[in-house]
């Protein structure tokens, strides 16, 4: 994670280490729900996602949530709902993923907003 973050001076950057940490962790709690090479990849764009409405775009709680809802607005749609895009979590997964990060980043947001 370290070289695909392109973090090469971790000496005693705090922001790096928590980051590295919360990517970890959220692979490996992927990868405990048995998600799909395709979902593990489309889980961990969301989990950037929402960690760069916080750093970079500096959003508040509300808006960010916002965003995760209207990105897992689709789940449980067909294709035809879709207008042909993919679908690749079932909602009991969406339900699993939007209670992860309620207890793994909105639950301490205001940490997170201090952190960047």
């Known amino acids: 994670l370290e070289e695909f973050l392109n973090f090469t001076q971790l000496k005693t950057s705090w922001r790096k280490a928590v980051l590295i940490d919360y990517y970890s962790v959220g692979f490996l709690w992927a990868k405990e729900m ?3 090479l395709t979902q593990l990849s489309e ?3 969301l989990l950037n996602f929402i960690l760069e409405n916080i750093s970079d775009k500096h959003m508040t709680l ?9 990105a897992m607005a689709k789940i449980g749609e067909t294709d035809s709902e ?4 993919l679908n690749f979590f079932s ?3 969406g339900k699993a993923i939007i ?5 793994s980043l909105f639950k301490y947001y205001r940490v997170y907003e201090f952190l960047f």
């Open 99 to 103: 209670d992860y990060f309620i207890n």
């Open 82 to 85: 879709q207008g042909g895009d």
């Open 34 to 36: 048995n998600f799909s």
């Open 62 to 70: 509300g808006d960010n949530l916002k965003e995760l809802e209207r």
């Open 43 to 45: 889980f961990m764009e």
């Open 91 to 93: 909602i009991e997964q």
